[in-house]
């Protein structure tokens, strides 16, 4: 099949789009988000549709409107145009034969009729989507392989058939013999054998329970005289109780109007100057400006940890320099404790020497004079003091001093300098944390673009911070539900309180008879015996109409089993003459599962060396000869030799990402030689060979020329030069 050319009137990004093809092979250039990528999916929308739904998100056109176009193609030498629109979920589709311009092949896929197979094996197979769309689903492919070489049509679905069988052989009979009509019929057969042999006795406890049912409808009846009488007396009292009720509404209104006037001065109090009240919608602003802010610090933090996992293997003493900001900064943590040590035994010396003259003139004006000499002696003392601080002083800068060169691992101060030296010479080439750098920059733009949402948002209603935001939202909203809660309250009050008193004592909806009994009540009314009363007689004709319904229940069951024995003999009968035909069907549908199963299997088993042959020469020739075979399984799993000798072959996750996509190109041809047999399918290359070094590129290309040279079609989408200028045949090349 060649695709002559592309009308794409809306699909995703692009509109009114037209795209002449020629048969061989085209190369269709153009930048990113050019549109090469919504081009591919325009061919495969055409041949079946949208897939999924969110295939029909991404392309349907970005204003709203239906995906649309159509696309001409070329089948065994007469000409088509397929036309397809989707809208809002609704299909239409297309195919007109251009010779004599009357529709064809109504209600069915285009890819189906020209090419024979699903959407699924052909996205599966011709359609190589960017990075990583290359890999296969296995089983839909094999699925696929089984329906076409038992049935020559890839839409007639054995595992369809194999699960219908199965389900079939699952209403019959459960594997574990306890479910399926045959179960079902087994278990009715022994119940009506038990119900045999009980039919006799159903009949006597049949006439014990109609006796039964009669006595407790007769004391239900006359139960009932008595409880509506009471019911009466209950209404008038009630309907008494309500006339104390109505002067409660009046205070339930008042205090509905003083919520009102709480809620509006709660408002005016939270409100702006500027008049803003804030709402849901602005606090969920808040909130998910406050989640972006966490998640760039998450991501700010992550990076940090990979920045100093990229660090792990330099030197010890250079990420100590880096920690302290260089070499002189270093270098001053050290000078700096130890002047001040040296300042501080400096003046530690000169107060030890003052203290032995202080001393002794203390002593001598002791002698002399006693106020004098406690002067001196006080000033002897603080000399001592002075001295003992400083060498106090000194010890904690000393200790300084000896926890950096314990950290720099140096015994001494020219140890120490020699190894920070050293680490300032040490000047590694790290694009990891340059490129980590970089991208902690981006995200601190970010967060100050978010900061600075934050502020304009916060300005509004005239807060500093997020959290007074926020906290200020919750108390306006805890005051607003408060009040809420409060109103709620009143009004359920008041409802009640209006349904109590219903239509009053003069209203149409009370009966007069009621009003008037209610009238010769006396105010010390003893109301509580009649309720205890007509409490006692309600739960007891409950009580004994669950036992009627019961007794109901028990005599529904005895007429439904209390059958003759020959009727429930003609029963069994026929339920053994549907056991037998049942079993009869269920062995047959147990054989034709089984059978079918190990075909499928054998099948497979056959095909799988045919593609290893197929796939293993187009991976040799890729490869330039390195690779020169590849096993695939059975449910097209992938495995080569390493060439290291051993017998044990390897999945092809252990190649390169590069081989990895030219042993799936090997197999998506090897399954194009297999299961395509109507038409050759048009190949369609989006961004497929980005991870390809030059020389994998050229065996592709080469092979790929051979097949267009053979017939095939073949459109590569790119954004590089490399591919074109890689060819060596003539193709069409297009740019966009």
């Not at 404790?337 to 010396?349: E, K, M, Q």
């Not at 040799?620 to 080569?640: H, N, P, Q, W």
């Amino acid at each position: 099949m060649q695709i002559e050319s592309l009308n794409i009137i809306s699909f995703g990004g692009l509109r009114d789009f037209s795209l002449d093809l020629s048969g061989g092979l085209s190369v269709i250039e153009g930048a990113n988000e050019s549109g090469k990528s919504t081009i591919a999916a325009f061919i495969k929308f055409m041949l079946y549709g949208f897939t999924d739904k969110n295939e029909r998100t991404l392309h349907t056109s970005w204003d709203g409107e239906a995906a649309e176009g159509t696309m001409t193609v070329n089948c065994s030498g007469n000409r088509y145009r397929i036309g397809r629109r989707s809208s809002q979920g609704r299909d239409e589709c297309q195919i007109i034969d251009c010779a004599s311009n009357t529709q064809c092949f109504k209600g069915r896929q285009p890819g189906e009729v020209f090419l024979g197979v699903d959407a699924e094996v052909f996205a599966h197979t011709a359609y190589v989507s960017q990075i990583g769309g290359g890999r296969i689903n296995g089983q839909i492919v094999a699925e696929s392989i089984g329906n076409i070489l038992f049935s020559a049509d890839e839409t007639l679905n054995v595992q369809r058939a194999q699960k219908r069988l199965e389900d079939e052989r699952v209403r019959l009979w459960h594997k574990n013999k306890r479910g399926g009509r045959i179960y079902e019929l087994e278990c009715e057969r022994e119940e009506l054998l038990e119900r045999r042999k009980a039919a006799s006795a159903d009949y006597a406890a049949i006439i014990s329970k109609e006796g039964q049912l009669y006595d407790l409808k007769a004391k239900i009846e006359e139960n009932a005289e008595k409880i509506e009488k009471l019911s009466k007396i209950l209404g008038a009292h009630e309907t008494k109780r309500r006339m104390a009720q109505r002067s409660a509404l009046e205070n339930l209104y008042r205090r509905l109007e003083v919520l009102d006037s709480q809620q509006k001065q709660t408002e005016a109090r939270y409100r702006s100057d500027s008049g803003f009240l804030p709402d849901k919608s602005y606090i969920t602003e808040l909130g998910n400006i406050k989640q972006e802010l966490a998640h760039i610090d998450i991501r700010i933090s992550e990076l940090e940890r990979q920045a100093e996992q990229a660090e792990e293997d330099v030197p010890e003493a250079v990420s100590l320099l880096r920690k302290y900001g260089g070499r002189d900064k270093v270098m001053q943590k050290l000078e700096e404790p130890r002047i001040r040590r040296r300042a501080l035994l400096a003046f530690g010396v000169v107060f030890g020497l003052l203290f032995v003259p202080a001393t002794v003139i203390a002593v001598l004006l002791m002698m002399i004079n006693y106020t004098y000499g406690a002067i001196a002696v006080l000033g002897a003392l603080a000399l001592l003091f002075g001295f003992v601080m400083c060498f106090v002083s000194s010890s904690k800068y000393a200790r300084a001093i000896d926890e950096l060169l314990d950290e720099f691992g140096a015994a001494r101060v020219s140890d120490f300098k020699q190894i920070v030296s050293d680490a300032a010479e040490y000047l590694p080439v790290d694009r990891t944390v340059k490129f980590i750098e970089s991208e902690r920059e981006k995200l601190q733009s970010q967060r100050e673009e978010k900061l600075s949402e934050l502020g304009m948002l916060l300005a509004r209603w005239g807060k500093q911070s997020l959290d007074e935001a926020l906290a200020g939202f919750e108390e306006y909203k805890s005051e607003l539900s408060a009040i809420e809660e409060e109103r709620k309250k009143t009004e359920a009050e008041l409802s009640g309180a209006m349904a109590q008193i219903g239509g009053g004592l003069e209203g149409n909806s009370v009966d007069p008879a009621l009003i008037e009994l209610a009238r010769k009540l006396p105010d010390d009314f003893d109301i509580a015996n009649v309720k205890r009363e007509y409490e006692f007689l309600t739960k007891a004709n409950a009580s004994m109409a669950e036992r009627t319904h019961a007794l109901e229940l028990e005599l529904a069951a005895l007429y439904a089993k209390a059958d003759p024995p020959a009727a429930i003999a003609d029963r069994i009968t026929a339920i053994d003459y549907k056991l037998a035909k049942l079993r009869k069907r269920y062995n047959a549908v147990e054989l034709a599962v089984e059978t079918l199963r190990s075909a499928s299997e054998n099948m497979r088993e056959r095909i799988a060396p045919q593609l290893s042959k197929y796939a293993g020469n187009m991976m040799e020739a890729f490869s330039g000869g390195k690779y020169r075979s590849i096993s695939v399984a059975t449910d097209l799993s992938m495995s080569y030799d390493a060439g290291s000798g051993a017998l044990t072959r390897h999945g092809i996750e252990f190649m390169s990402a590069g081989t990895q996509d030219i042993a799936y190109l090997s197999l998506r041809l090897a399954l194009i030689n297999l299961l395509f047999r109507k038409e050759s399918p048009p190949l369609i290359f989006d961004e497929s060979f980005t991870r390809l070094d030059d020389g994998r590129l050229r065996n592709v290309l080469r092979l790929l020329e051979k097949a267009a040279a053979n017939g095939t079609q073949i459109i590569i989408l790119t954004a590089q030069p490399r591919e074109y200028i890689a060819l060596t045949a003539s193709a069409k090349r297009i740019k966009i």
